[in-house]
């Protein structure tokens, strides 16, 4: 789930853009840091050469020798070196001869190709310049990602999109990238925030955005059903969006309608639109959320192979994790609950935007700079805030302001002071108790998962288990873990389910996480983790899966879903997207209360053809690309 506000349009505005990608992919920062990064990943990875003898000429640029390769097909792995000249694979066999710049002893490690992410949102974070490297995922072993998901382009609102691709494609990026157009995003750009159908004149603005985005080489549309304003459109408008992806061959990724009770005619109206669109159809994180709904996976797979039995292409990727969300926090007690029958004289976002009426515009510019230290406020930026409409301003400032977390809760001393007055009224707190047990009851006590707590020794434990250490009933537990501003995770998706969707052969990968700011904030781990947590905990582990089956799904079959014919296979003539791969040494350090910890394990890394990962270290390179379907 996208986690800025007020997006604008990415596309509407490109007229030509220059989307050359810069040869070689060396940073363009000039520190003094940056070149010995550059001199000792250069050192190094000569030093490995096979000749002992300087040479002027090489065979090769890189040469991987000895790994056993996982193809990305569901065989056995075999032995073979492989050779790389510019950014392709270009020969692999069991052992030939020949000189490399760059050779990689790969004995006793795994080469895979390099994996690929069907749903991630890595370009909110990548806007920064720090982030560009996305190191979250190059540790993962990720090459490419897909991005523009979930209904939002999420181009910040404070430059335009052709500028930033220019600007990413010149200084680089750390992983490919490949782009859908948001619907969410061109919907609010034609129709604002109005829950209504589009006029015919409103359906051809938003068709023509699509069109233009697609001529500028997006993948094709993703929705965001479940969000605003997504979820305003009924079927047929979606359905004539994706029409216009088809003569691309574009695809349709879609966060469908309802994940929870109503999951079966959620997928049914993503199988419907492909196959009235005549375009495929690609169910982002696919999962049923709620203890109660739990097995519901099973009849929405059973529907899924029916339409594939038909011939239309249905597919979907997951993430393999018990928890879901960018916000994966739960209140041990409910906001109604908290505020019991003062609900009525809290402030809320109505009562603060008519606040704001007795603000000038600077006035409430400036409140916005205050609050959101972490935008940097350029003069694209802040022409965008000076032109917006005042009823917009109001809203954005007031939005942003109520999102601020100590704005409400245990953090906030007016409500603590009523909370805590309640209780100690006998005939409150009871009713308190009872609204907390109910709320926790949904989940189920071993379902709440201490994720921050003072009390170091009950993160990672169980509501259930926290109670039972403190000697203390659920609700106690739960009201004084909430007061002392605890973080809490409930495990809204059942292992059983995890298990049953990873095994399909049409499910592949994907993170839905983002580029992290390393050590800011409590990202969800999915975005430091998936896929190598799913091959260790699954494939080595649970043996859920087989080996290649994990990797396939990370790799080929995302590559085929997207109709790639250059990725997502250690193939001759295919791009050099490589991991190497050390599963003996596989380490998932991220944790719930400590996120900010890259995966151990891939030894070496190389994107187009460039190591960008070597014996483990990054080395300072982005050679990603933005990838385009149409190419100009
Ligand atoms: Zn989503």
Known sequence: ??????????????????LRVKKGGFVKTKTLFSCLVLFFGIFFLTQTASSGQPQTSFDYDVLIKGGKVYDGSLNPPFQADIAIKGDRIVRIARSFPGTASTVINAKGVYITPGFIDLHSHVDDGMYFPEN????????????????????????????????????????GIGPNLALLVGHGTVRQLVIGMENREPTPEEMEKMKALVKEAMEHGAYGLSTGLIYLPGSFAKTDEVLELVKVVRPYGGIYHTHIRNEREKLLEAVKEAIEISEKAGV??????????????????????????AARERGLEITADQYPYQF????????????????????????????????????????????YKKVTPYIP???????????????????????????LQDFQGPENERERMLFLKRMSSP????????????????????????????????????????????GKSIEDTAIELELMGTKCIPLQMGEEDIEY?????????????????????????????????????????????????????QTSLPA?????????????????????????????????????MYSQGVKYLLVNGKVVITGGKYNGQLPGQVLKLKKS
């Not at 406020?377 to 999102?403: A, I, Y």
């Not at 399909?504 to 996480?513: C, F, L, P």
């Open 1 to 18: 789930m996208p986690t800025h506000q007020g997006h604008e349009k990415w596309f509407y505005t490109m007229e030509k853009p220059d």
């Open 132 to 171: 560009r490297a996305c190191l979250n995922y190059l540790f993962q072993g990720v090459t490419t990602v897909i991005v523009g998901q979930c209904g939002s382009s999420a181009w910040p609102i404070f430059e335009k999109a052709e500028d930033m691709i220019k600007r990413w494609s010149e200084e």
């Open 280 to 305: 495929p159809s690609h169910i982002s994180h696919f999962k049923v959320m709620g203890k109660e709904n739990w097995g519901l996976v099973k009849e929405a797979c059973s529907l899924i192979e």
């Open 324 to 367: 879901s969300s960018g916000y994966p926090y739960q209140s041990l007690v409910p906001r109604s609950v908290w505020l019991g029958g003062e609900a009525g004289n809290m402030l809320n976002r109505e009562d603060i935007e008519k606040i704001f009426e007795h603000l000038g515009d600077s006035e409430l510019i400036d409140l």
């Open 377 to 403: 406020l350029t003069d694209r930026h802040q022409k965008f805030l000076n032109e917006l409409p005042r009823k917009r301003l109001t809203s954005l400032v007031g939005r942003t302001l109520m999102s």
């Open 427 to 470: 005939e409150e707190a009871k009713k308190i108790r009872e609204a907390v047990r109910k709320n926790i009851e949904e989940n189920g006590t071993e379902n709440f998962i201490i994720g921050i707590c003072v009390e170091k020794n009950l993160e990672g434990k169980s509501l259930a288990q926290a109670a039972a250490s403190k």
């Open 501 to 553: 969707i990873i095994k399909k052969d049409y499910v592949g990968t994907g993170s839905d996480g983002t580029a992290t700011f390393y050590g800011i904030g409590l990202p969800h781990i999915r975005s430091y983790s998936t896929f190598l947590h799913k091959i260790k905990k699954y494939a080595l582990e649970r043996k859920a899966v087989t080996l290649a089956h994990a990797i396939r799904s």
């Open 560 to 596: 085929s879903i997207m109709n790639w014919d250059d990725r997502g296979w250690i193939k001759e003539g295919y791009k050099a997207d490589i991991v190497v791969l050390d599963l003996n040494n596989l380490k998932i350090k991220t944790s719930i209360s400590n996120p900010h």
